[in-house]
T-cell receptor, first 112, second 112 residues
């Protein structure tokens, strides 16, 4: 079935780069997403990548997609304390588009 | 441009009661999806509506239902509330099957 896995926790120092990893099982995924959730808030769409792309860069964010290994990563350059949040990886499942399959979320802690 | 609006933001209900949550999508968006977020199960897909029709449904009991109106606003209803229904309910809006899916701030439901 469709499944998305993420590591649960990452701690970095302010100014360092953060890399959050995600693996997925659905080889028919069309889009893959990264969302950010701050305490008490909804989900903020950070970026997404189409499945035929290898990389996408958007300011401090770089998304890498290895479709062969079904591995997605999000790199945040020059991580700031304001980046502390939970980051969710998600895919559009193949069985029915419109339904997002989410990972468990990675809590990013940024230490000053 | 206004974002996705969910009302109310917080609700406290008693077991056995029913509840209705509302979601107004971004202007021009015709697809609305609902998700339940709990610490134990993470983010799970409830259902998706497009042009007043339910297009997709997740694996939830029949106590969970929804509908969409001609102006694309959507409501979800949970009847005979159980303690386990306590969760953050998130709504996402999109144009149609395009990649961009934007979430509201959510409704925090507490069942006591």
């Amino acid at each position: 079935g469709e499944d998305v896995e993420q590591s649960l926790f990452l701690s970095v120092r302010e100014g360092d780069s953060s890399v959050i990893n995600c693996t997925y099982t659905d080889s028919s995924s069309t889009y893959l997403y990264w969302y950010k959730q701050e305490p008490g808030a909804g989900l903020q769409l950070l970026t997404y990548i189409f499945s035929n792309m290898d990389m996408k860069q958007d300011q401090r964010l770089t998304v890498l997609l290895n479709k062969k290994d079904k591995h997605l990563s999000l790199r945040i350059a020059d991580t700031q304390t304001g980046d502390s949040a939970i980051y969710f990886c998600a895919e559009i499942g193949s069985s029915n588009t419109g339904k997002l399959i989410f990972g468990q979320g990675t809590t990013l802690q940024v230490k000053p | 441009k206004a974002g996705v609006t969910q009302t109310p933001r917080y609700l406290i209900k008693t077991r056995g009661q029913q509840v209705t949550l509302s979601c107004s999508p971004i202007s021009g968006h015709r697809s609305v999806s609902w998700y339940q977020q709990t610490p134990g199960q993470g983010l799970q897909f409830l259902f998706e509506y497009f042009s007043e029709t339910q297009r997709n449904k997740g694996n939830f009991p029949g106590r969970f239902s929804g509908r969409q109106f001609s102006n694309s606003r959507s409501e979800m209803n949970v009847s005979t509330l159980e303690l386990g229904d306590s969760a953050l309910y998130l709504c996402a809006s999109s144009l149609d099957l395009g990649p961009l899916r934007f979430f509201g701030q959510g409704t925090r439901l507490t069942v006591v």
